[in-house]
């Protein structure tokens, strides 16, 4: 049976990074390693536990159409941590050595990009598992679709289906 996880790319760096935020994970060359160390972890713990038939990881690729409709959106975020921006070409690379699709269009964010592959995939009746602890993919959960959540503070993973999304 198919089993495709589809990666939320940022919410999985920044848990990572800031998981790591009072010991920080340094190299020998000073590099804040702390985004790429957990991503990896995570990324390896599903290809191993879950052994999906296909994966993608989806980023956030410049400004979108929201920023367009609304100059305003997002501007009351605090600017991307250096360490992450550093972090993420090397994702990407690893992401390449890996054979793992980096998914992201102009204009769009990685949310619309998942939840646009997410429904087409359940409507073909793939099994689909949308891994990011953001809330806001609840509203995408279906009957092969699910959220594959990061628990708080803890290791492991929440598999959101109908049930547990009307629990909540």
């Given at each position: 049976?198919?089993?495709?996880?589809?990666?939320?790319?940022?919410?999985?760096?920044?848990?990572?990074?800031?998981?790591?935020?009072?010991?920080?994970?340094?190299?020998?060359?000073?590099?804040?390693?702390?985004?790429?160390?957990?991503?990896?972890?995570?990324?390896?713990?599903?290809?191993?536990?879950?052994?999906?038939?296909?994966?993608?990881?989806?980023?956030?690729?410049?400004?979108?159409?929201?920023?367009?409709?609304?100059?305003?959106?997002?501007?009351?975020?605090?600017?991307?941590?250096?360490?992450?921006?550093?972090?993420?070409?090397?994702?990407?690379?690893?992401?390449?050595?890996?054979h793992i699709p980096v998914l992201q269009v102009d204009g769009f964010e990685a949310d619309d990009v998942i939840?646009?592959?997410?429904?087409?995939?359940?409507?073909?009746?793939?099994?689909?598992?949308?891994?990011?602890?953001?809330?806001?993919?609840?509203?995408?959960?279906?009957?092969?679709?699910?959220?594959?959540?990061?628990?708080?503070?803890?290791?492991?993973?929440?598999?959101?289906?109908?049930?547990?999304?009307?629990?909540?």
């Amino acid at each position: 049976m198919d089993k495709l996880f589809l990666i939320d790319a940022y919410a999985l760096i920044y848990r990572s990074y800031y998981a790591f935020i009072n010991n920080p994970r340094i190299n020998s060359k000073g590099l804040n390693t702390s985004a790429v160390m957990g991503f990896c972890n995570t990324l390896n713990e599903v290809l191993n536990k879950e052994q999906p038939s296909h994966i993608g990881v989806a980023f956030d690729h410049g400004l979108t159409f929201r920023n367009e409709a609304f100059p305003q959106y997002k501007a009351q975020r605090e600017a991307t941590p250096e360490d992450i921006k550093r972090s993420v070409p090397i994702i990407k690379d690893i992401l390449t050595a890996y054979h793992i699709p980096v998914l992201q269009v102009d204009g769009f964010e990685a949310d619309d990009v998942i939840g646009t592959l997410a429904l087409k995939a359940g409507e073909q009746g793939v099994d689909t598992y949308m891994l990011t602890p953001d809330k806001d993919y609840a509203q995408l959960v279906d009957t092969n679709i699910f959220q594959y959540k990061p628990r708080y503070g803890s290791a492991g993973f929440d598999v959101l289906g109908v049930e547990e999304i009307k629990a909540k």
